[in-house]
């Protein structure tokens, strides 16, 4: 088994939340130890006593928990890498854009790129295609995010295209070949 790595894992608000479960759930049998944090669309799609039993930590949500406060800025000095699985098309391009409207933005805007970022994308093919989701996934990859898919096929929502999120293991492999787990 590889070293136990201290890993960020957050979700944001794709019907992907599902498959994104499996992965944590991976991550942390192979011992890693894994602290999540869940947008409020992330919520939507699933519960934190999921999120809570599969990490085994308290799952972070809001930026202004007391207590908390100052994780936006303290879990990236925690942190080996952080992985953002699913990431929707808002975060994307709110992320893009420099915004901190909650915990996750706010996290990512007070990120100095030094450890890895890696970004699972999960959305409909029209989402993925809009000009302005283009814009904002090359200006990530310019900023030295890492964007670990999306796959072509059908989504749920039925369309076909690219925007379906990659399998677990097919993730799993891409960070051992990146040699974070
Ligand atoms: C049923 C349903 C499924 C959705 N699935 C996705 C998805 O797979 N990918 C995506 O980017 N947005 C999806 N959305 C839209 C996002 O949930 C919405 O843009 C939300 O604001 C994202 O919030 P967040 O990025 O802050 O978590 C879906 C919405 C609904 C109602």
Same mark, same amino acid.
């Given at each position: 088994?590889?070293?136990?790595?201290?890993?960020?894992?957050?979700? $944001?608000? @794709?019907?992907? /939340?599902?498959?994104? /479960?499996? &992965?944590?759930? +991976?991550?942390?049998?192979? =011992?890693?130890?894994?602290?999540?944090?869940?947008?409020? #669309?992330?919520?939507?799609?699933?519960? *934190?006593?999921?999120?809570? =039993?599969? @990490? #085994?930590?308290?799952?972070?949500? !809001?930026?202004?928990?007391? =207590? !908390?406060?100052?994780?936006?800025? !303290?879990?990236?000095?925690?942190?080996?890498?952080?992985?953002?699985?699913?990431? @929707?098309?808002?975060?994307i391009n +709110?992320?893009a854009a420099?915004?901190?409207?909650?915990? &996750?933005? $706010?996290?990512?805007?007070?990120?100095?790129?030094?450890?890895?970022?890696?970004?699972?994308?999960?959305?409909?093919?029209?989402?993925?295609?809009h000009p302005i989701t283009q814009n904002s996934i090359a200006k990530l990859n310019e *900023? =030295?995010?890492?964007?670990?898919?999306? !796959?072509? #096929?059908?989504?749920?929502? #039925?369309?076909?295209?690219?925007?379906?999120?990659?399998?677990?293991?097919?993730?799993?492999?891409? &960070?051992?070949?990146?040699?974070?787990?």
């Amino acid at each position: 088994m590889s070293k136990s790595k201290k890993i960020l894992f957050s979700l $944001t608000g @794709s019907i992907a /939340c599902f498959k994104a /479960c499996g &992965l944590l759930s +991976e991550l942390v049998k192979k =011992g890693h130890v894994v602290q999540v944090v869940a947008t409020h #669309g992330a919520q939507q799609f699933i519960g *934190l006593p999921t999120l809570e =039993g599969l @990490s #085994g930590k308290k799952v972070l949500t !809001d930026l202004y928990s007391a =207590g !908390d406060a100052m994780e936006h800025i !303290d879990l990236h000095k925690w942190a080996d890498f952080h992985v953002t699985c699913p990431m @929707s098309a808002h975060k994307i391009n +709110e992320f893009a854009a420099g915004l901190g409207s909650d915990l &996750l933005s $706010t996290l990512f805007l007070s990120y100095n790129f030094e450890k890895p970022w890696f970004m699972v994308p999960a959305m409909n093919p029209h989402m993925y295609h809009h000009p302005i989701t283009q814009n904002s996934i090359a200006k990530l990859n310019e *900023l =030295g995010v890492q964007f670990i898919g999306p !796959d072509s #096929g059908q989504v749920a929502c #039925g369309y076909t295209g690219l925007g379906r999120m990659l399998e677990v293991e097919q993730i799993l492999t891409y &960070l051992k070949h990146k040699e974070v787990v």
